[in-house]
């Protein structure tokens, strides 16, 4: 079945650009999108089809999706950007990442 | 604006089946191109797609739980549910309903719409 793989956690400061990575076999061949979600909420879509943002998404953030690996990047990280990010990809079904944990601090 | 609500048991025997109903409102659940997913989360831990329903009725679901999944859609109650068979202790987490858009000729739009979630518990 496929796999896709992300880093458990990402740490970034306040201001600064947070990049996570979703890697996969030939992920580039297929669209992927992004969910965050915070604690005791229900994930949200922030990035689909690689680096589409849904209506009411900032422009912060941003995705790019080439080779073996997807990039969620979010610029001028903000403490409300804390949360877990999964990756998504369609493949013979519907496959999540693993999550990763974003630190603003 | 869409809105999904999951509603069924929170407390389920081992052994036994886990059903749930998700309901659809400010929308007709076969108006549009969309799939109805279930999603899992036991407590913790990562995001698991359960399985999906377009609006024609063809179901997708996930390889490792296939052979203990149904989902159905009933249009008139504009809902959709779960049914997963023969439930562990590692069928304990939070169940997500989700919709999945799509146009008219690809579904590769993400889950736009999700569910606040219910925690199920699988224990005797």
């Known amino acids: 079945s496929y796999e896709l793989a992300q880093p458990p956690s990402v740490s970034v400061s306040p201001g600064q650009t947070a990049s996570i990575t979703c890697s996969g076999d030939r992920l580039g061949d297929k669209f992927v999108c992004w969910y965050q979600q915070k604690p005791g909420q229900s994930p949200v879509l922030v990035i689909y089809?690689?680096?589409k943002r849904p209506s009411g998404i900032p422009e912060r953030f941003s995705g790019a999706n080439s080779g073996n690996t997807a990039t969620l990047t979010i610029n001028g990280s903000q403490a409300m950007d804390e949360a877990d990010y999964y990756c998504?990809?369609?493949?013979?079904?519907?496959?999540f990442g693993g999550g990763t944990k974003l630190t603003v601090l | 604006q869409v809105q999904l609500q999951e509603s069924g048991p929170g407390l389920v025997k081992p052994s036994q089946t886990l059903s749930l109903t998700c309901t659809v409102s400010?929308?007709?659940?076969?108006?549009?191109?969309?799939?109805w997913s279930w999603i899992r989360q036991p407590a913790g831990k990562g995001l698991e797609w359960i399985g999906r329903?377009?609006?024609?009725?063809?179901?997708n679901y996930n390889p490792s739980l296939r052979s203990r999944v149904t989902i159905s859609v009933d249009t008139s109650k504009n809902q959709f549910s779960l049914n997963l068979n023969s439930v562990t202790a590692a069928d304990t987490a939070v169940y997500y309903c989700a919709r999945e858009n799509c146009s008219s000729t690809s579904c590769y739009y993400g889950m736009d719409v999700w569910g606040q979630g219910t925690t199920v518990i699988v224990s005797s």
């Open positions: 089809q690689d680096s």
């Open positions: 400010g929308g007709s659940i076969s108006s549009g191109s969309y799939y």
């Open positions: 998504q990809a369609w493949d013979s079904s519907i496959v």
């Open positions: 329903i377009y609006t024609s009725g063809s179901t």
